[in-house]
């Protein structure tokens, strides 16, 4: 079993910046990648980041791409994403979430990730 926990959400203006963390613990042994998703209200939830946890290659969804970054501490287990230039459009719960399963390629499909956190809110004003 992994347990996740994310942190770092808040409200800020357009145009600001958010660090999101997600700290896991349990089998962290047994990850393979993380990945960032986030769900608007109203909306199913999607894709943003995903990082290969021994290589740290990374992928982005093309709404993020450019602005937000994803990267990895792997000796403190702790993932995170740096979001810049944030737009109101990315108001949403942001869940981070663990791969425990090898495979080929990035992970974007949400039943391709086998534990996740309880969420964070993103809040960006106009």
């Known amino acids: 079993q992994v347990q996740l926990v994310e942190s770092g959400g808040g409200l800020v203006q357009a145009g600001g910046s958010l660090r999101l963390s997600c700290a896991a613990s349990g089998r962290t042994f047994g990850i393979y990648g993380m990945g960032w998703f986030r769900q608007a209200p109203g909306k199913e939830r999607e894709f943003v980041a995903t990082i290969d946890w021994t290589g740290g290659s990374t992928y982005y969804a093309e709404s993020v791409k450019g602005r937000f970054t994803i990267s990895r501490e792997n000796a403190k287990n702790t993932m995170f994403l740096q979001m810049n230039n944030l737009e109101p459009e990315d108001t949403a719960v942001y869940y981070c979430?663990?791969?425990?399963?090898w495979g080929f390629g990035f992970k974007i499909r949400m039943n391709e990730y086998d534990a996740w956190g309880q969420g964070t809110q993103v809040t960006v004003s106009s």
């Open positions: 979430a663990a791969v425990l399963r």
